[in-house]
């Protein structure tokens, strides 16, 4: 019962951060509510061409607009992993994370043995698999589907197995 709470989690972030802009509204930098936005607009208001078109898509950051990393030896694990940041900023996470990304763990490559002080990380795989490390007392194979949690105060690392790249979404949230 435990492991679909985990499968479901991160399914449940992303609906809430799709729909977030729906039922919060926005502010300016000195407080000072801003005029209603686009999705703010009354049911059965009459909204012009190109306010519908700027209301679908307000909430979509283009890949090209993705920042990407490309670290070398993460955390002392051997080879070199691509971060594509699917959120920039933990204020986009309302303050509640600090990161949400799409990892590809190169063959050969890994992210090393870390402990999580103050946040949380959730790995779900995409593709691939991988020898994952649970606080340095589990060490077991993980592939497509696998949700992996390491909850604040303890550590986890992960190794990608075999020939084809390891891809996951990681997402860390604060306690």
């Not at 049911?43 to 209301?55: E, Q, T």
Request: glycine share 10%.
């Amino acid at each position: 019962m435990g492991s679909i709470a985990f499968a479901v989690l991160p399914i449940t972030i992303l609906v809430f951060l799709f729909f977030r802009r729906f039922f919060f509204l926005q502010k300016r930098k000195s407080g000072k509510r801003n005029k209603p936005s686009l999705t703010e607009a009354a049911p059965g208001a009459i909204l012009s061409l190109n306010d519908r078109k700027r209301r679908e898509h307000s909430m979509i950051r283009r890949s090209s607009e993705r920042v990407i990393d490309k670290p070398w030896h993460k955390f002392g694990a051997p080879g070199q992993l691509t971060v594509r940041n699917l959120i920039d900023a933990p204020e986009e996470l309302f303050g509640k994370g600090r990161a949400f990304a799409h990892t590809t763990v190169h063959p050969g490559s890994g992210i090393g043995y870390h402990v999580h002080v103050g946040d949380g990380e959730i790995y779900y795989v995409l593709s691939g698999r991988g020898e994952y490390n649970d606080n340095n007392e589990i060490t077991t194979t993980v592939e497509a589907g696998d949700v992996t949690f390491c909850p604040p105060g303890q550590g986890h690392s992960i190794l990608c197995l075999g020939d084809e790249p390891l891809e996951l979404i990681t997402l860390i949230l604060f306690e």
